[in-house]
């Protein structure tokens, strides 16, 4: 028996105390997901239970953590952090590969009541040093490999008080601001007051990306706890003896919702690899580890699709119980094909940054209609929205915006220093996601578009406005305008036009240095995998640039309106 049961019983009994009451949370307590994640499962008795299975690049590289040592080391993370003068409150960015020190450090950093925000690490400096500035962050725990991002920048950032280096070998002097910091030979703090968080004390920043302007912090408060436990519950289905593999970097929040707070408050071993994706990489980690619990992202299924069935077949995976997938549009033929190699389907699941925590899900003991996105979780009210009148459209298969009645926990409170664009997304009771979406009759959603133009590449998103900004920066450029292009793997890519300034030739060795440009001022994500040279691009009369033509013109699509495109 799943842990959901009937859904349709879930449906109907649905309150959130019940996940208050197996926290045994009450209204007004003190609430800190750090001590829940560890010290809360270590008292429940599992203390010696496994809670960190970790593997770097080999898999000699293998290390091992229980509940016990999760609660000590974030208790030595924590205290030291205390030590350089981090409190409550402060933001301490997470700037690292998927090594144990991000894990541990993150329940260090919400122990002391201080904010984390995690970045992924393959960030350029240029993506880094918005988020930074935008938080006003007091510290970065980062590698040396990525100290030299920080470094470029800090002259820039006057908040950033502390640069913590967790692999400091000694062979280069420390720069500025560095200080090192070795967990694994520092002395175990047995006991760490926990810094006495409550419901709405903020807990987590997370940075995604809209259409105009600079990345958003979507501001998460400790009390989605109660969201992200019981979704972890009852969407992923996670059981006492389950080794749970999300392959989510946290510097997403899959990575931190489902790769930390879910699994750990719930008492479950939980795998990380850290290293990057091959096939059978992947299948001889999980064979390894006898993973049963594997949490992804629809763009990896479909370059293991790729690699072909032969492969899937030299690896013993009779382990896995249970498959869930987000992100990013998950096609049916992907969700087939798990049939057909795993024998069982990927769980599609859909939320956002923004959510915290899953929205619409397929549960286990609930028929997959392979393609749909499946339907609300239990409590929640979700709609389809017509988009001029924002009123609810009742009539089956017709597209509509999602929107979902903001009364779940782990809603964001707030974009950070943002309350304006913050207050947009909510209309009339609603909080709007930007996506579209068609109800069926029986109640299913399927996923229709965003509603913005903003990228998802690879289940990342990425803001055409950032790349834009990035490219003007090249001396070679004079305009330029950025959309999605279609690509098997990745369902979307990053393209772009440029114009180039007088004195600049167009062609191959220029698009490269352009793309390498922006792969290290913002991400390999963000680098267009492909530069069209135009001798104009189009425009609006007021100037704007059209971006919608272009798009259209990627995706063969009809163009549309263009009554108010400047003469051609
Ligand atoms: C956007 C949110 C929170 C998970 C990681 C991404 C798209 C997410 C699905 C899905 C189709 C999906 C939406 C959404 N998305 N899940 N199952 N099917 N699209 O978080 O970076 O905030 O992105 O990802 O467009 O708005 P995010």
Redo the contacts with the bound molecule.
């Keep these: 028996m799943s842990n959901i049961g009937s859904y349709d019983e879930r449906v109907k009994n649905f309150k959130w105390s019940l996940a208050e009451q197996e926290l045994e949370y009450k209204d007004g307590d003190v609430i800190n997901i750090g001590w829940y994640c560890s010290d809360r499962i270590c008292e429940k008795g599992l203390a010696n239970k496994t809670a960190l299975i970790w593997e770097g690049r080999s898999p000699e590289n293998l290390k091992k953590y229980t509940f016990n040592d999760l609660r000590l080391k974030s208790n030595t993370i924590g205290a030291f952090l205390k030590n350089q003068g981090i409190s409550d409150g402060d933001r301490v960015c997470l700037f690292m590969d998927k090594v144990p020190e991000l894990y541990l450090g993150l329940l260090g950093i919400l122990k002391i009541g201080a904010v984390a925000q995690p970045l992924f690490s393959a960030f350029g400096d240029e993506s880094l040093f918005v988020r930074l500035e935008n938080a006003g962050t007091k510290a970065i725990i980062t590698q040396k490999k990525h100290a030299g991002k920080v470094q470029k920048i800090l002259d820039k950032l006057p908040n950033l008080e502390k640069i913590i280096i967790v692999d400091y070998d000694g062979r280069k002097p420390l720069r500025e601001k560095e200080i090192a910091f070795d967990l694994e030979g520092s002395t175990p703090v047995e006991k760490l007051d926990i810094f006495p968080t409550k419901a709405e004390s903020h807990s987590l920043l997370h940075y ?1 990306s809209g259409t105009t302007g600079q990345p958003k912090g979507v501001k998460h408060v400790h009390y989605s706890l109660i969201s992200q436990y019981l979704t972890t519950k009852w969407v992923l289905d996670l059981q006492p003896d389950d080794i749970y593999w999300c392959t ?1 970097d946290p510097g ?3 990575g931190t919702s489902y790769g930390i707070i879910g699994p750990w408050s719930l008492g479950i071993t939980s795998c990380v690899m850290d290293s990057g994706f091959s096939a059978e990489a992947w299948y001889a980690f999980m064979q390894r580890h006898k993973v049963t619990m594997w949490y992804s992202a629809p763009t990896a299924i479909r370059s293991l699709m790729k690699a072909g069935d032969e492969s899937v077949k030299k690896f013993d995976l009779s382990s896995l119980r249970h498959l869930a ?6 096609n049916a033929e992907a969700v087939i094909w798990s049939e057909k190699v795993f024998g069982k389907p990927f769980f ?8 915290g925590s899953m929205m ?1 899900c397929n549960y286990p003991d609930m028929k997959v209609k392979p393609g749909s ?1 499946g339907k609300a979780f239990p409590g929640l009210t979700a709609a389809i929205l017509d988009d001029k009148t924002l009123e609810p459209i009742t009539e089956h298969n017709k597209p509509g915006l999602i929107a979902f009645l903001p009364d779940w926990p782990a809603c964001m409170r707030t974009y950070w220093n943002n309350e304006e664009t913050f207050n947009k997304k909510f209309s009339k009771g609603w909080y709007l ?3 579209k979406s068609t109800i069926d009759k029986d109640g299913y959603f399927w ?1 229709v578009g ?1 509603d913005d133009d903003v990228i ?1 590449t690879g ?3 990425v803001s055409p406005f950032e790349v834009e900004s990035a490219l003007l920066e090249h001396e070679a450029v004079a305009e330029s305008a950025v959309v999605a292009k279609p690509d098997q793997v990745n369902m979307e890519v990053v393209k772009a036009f440029v114009t180039l300034n007088p004195g600049w030739e167009a062609g191959d060795e220029l698009e490269l240095k352009i793309m390498n440009f922006i792969r290290k001022k913002l991400s390999p994500l963000a680098m267009p995998q492909e530069i069209e040279y135009m001798d104009k691009l189009p425009k609006t009369r007021s100037g704007k640039i059209m971006r919608r033509l272009l798009h259209a013109k990627e995706w063969g699509e009809e163009i549309g309106d263009t009554s108010t495109l400047e003469d051609d």
């Design positions: 995604t989510a997403w929040v899959t997938s987000v992100g990013e549009p998950l599609d699941t859909y939320w956002q940054t923004e959510t619409i996105m996601s930007g996506d996923f965003r998802n289940g990342h998103l």
